[in-house]
């Protein structure tokens, strides 16, 4: 597997069932910490909602990922949102749904129901990309060789995550997979330059 899927941009819509409100957020993420600040921010934003459940899930292993009833009964919102993400197969990807609550019980069937829809409706406005698998390596070099390293990230469709220029540098750069060995063949090629896999 050389790509994963995820979604461009935010997203948002809106389910209504006897009188609740139930308003989903997607947006694509790519740690714990990335989605903590997008809650505290919709938390901020409908300080009256009842709930703010949610689910996320990150990384293309399969195991990094939660999920959230916030207080509704277990099971009804934080798996259906979950498994309307999960159904896409999208990863690196997280749902928010808040619901203003409309006075009638809508029961677990409801909720479930409710949250589901909320969802799909979310993920349905929001352009599904294809990313490529990246693995993290940093970069060491003197700066006069900037160009010829630049040159090769660029080639090979490499990411900069981070950088710091001084006398000499280092790039964390994110290789995609099913370039690595070509990549690092070419940068070890290069005097002085030291690449490691990153922590």
């Not at 203003?100 to 979310?122: D, E, F, H």
Request: hydrophobic content about 35%; proline content about 4%; overall charge neutral.
């Amino acid at each position: 597997m050389d790509s994963y899927s995820t979604i461009a941009q935010i997203a948002s819509a809106e389910f209504k069932d006897r009188g609740s409100k139930f308003i989903a957020y997607a947006f694509p993420i790519e740690t714990a910490d990335d989605f903590k600040k997008q809650l505290q921010q919709l938390k901020k934003e409908h300080p009256k909602a009842v709930h703010h459940c949610f689910a996320y899930r990150i990384g293309t292993d399969g195991n990094n990922f939660r999920s959230s009833d916030d207080g509704e009964p277990s099971g009804s919102a934080g798996k259906p949102i979950l498994g309307q993400i999960d159904s896409k197969e999208l990863v690196n990807t997280a749902v928010v749904v808040v619901r203003y609550w409309g006075g009638t019980l809508l029961g677990v069937p409801g909720l479930i129901n409710a949250y589901k829809t909320s969802t799909a409706l979310a993920l349905q406005v929001t352009p599904v990309i294809q990313k490529q698998i990246e693995l993290s390596y940093t970069v060491e070099f003197d700066y006069t060789q900037m160009n010829e390293v630049m040159m090769i990230l660029k080639q090979f469709n490499c990411t900069i995550q981070s950088q710091e220029m001084q006398l000499f540098c280092l790039i964390r750069t994110g290789i995609p997979k099913n370039r690595l060995e070509e990549t690092l063949y070419r940068l070890n090629e290069l005097q002085n330059v030291t690449v490691k896999k990153a922590l």
